[in-house]
Nanobody, 118 residues
């Protein structure tokens, strides 16, 4: 039905930047809007950002707007998240997820760990 694989996570200092990537396969990538979702340690899932099928519109959670930038390259079947001005509150596992029928997030990647610490 399709696969998503995140990469680019790691350890970064407060105030630093990191760029995450998500490689899609097994489905027509540009038929779908894509999302980033994160989960901090011991917490529930938190929606981060959405980008429409052709990148024509982007949406962000309030705490991320102005710091994070979502983008996609449909020719390469990839989704990206540029994260700037990171704080410890951004420490989480970050997932990419496809928006399927009825707006359900029906395909998820395995996640990539982002740790913001001195």
């Amino acid at each position: 039905e399709g696969q998503l694989v995140e990469s680019g996570g790691g350890l970064v200092q407060p105030g630093g930047s990191l760029r995450l990537s998500c490689a899609a396969s097994g489905f027509i990538f540009d038929d779908y809007a894509m999302n980033w979702v994160r989960q901090a340690p011991g917490k529930g899932l938190e929606w981060v950002s959405l980008i429409t099928w052709n990148g024509g519109a982007t949406y962000y959670a309030d705490s991320m707007e102005g710091r994070f930038t979502i983008s996609r390259d449909n020719a390469e079947n990839t989704l990206s998240l540029q994260m700037n001005s990171l704080t410890s509150e951004d420490t989480a596992v970050y997932y990419c997820a496809r928006r399927g029928g009825r707006y359900a997030l029906d395909i998820w990647g395995q996640g990539t760990q982002v740790t913001v610490s001195s």
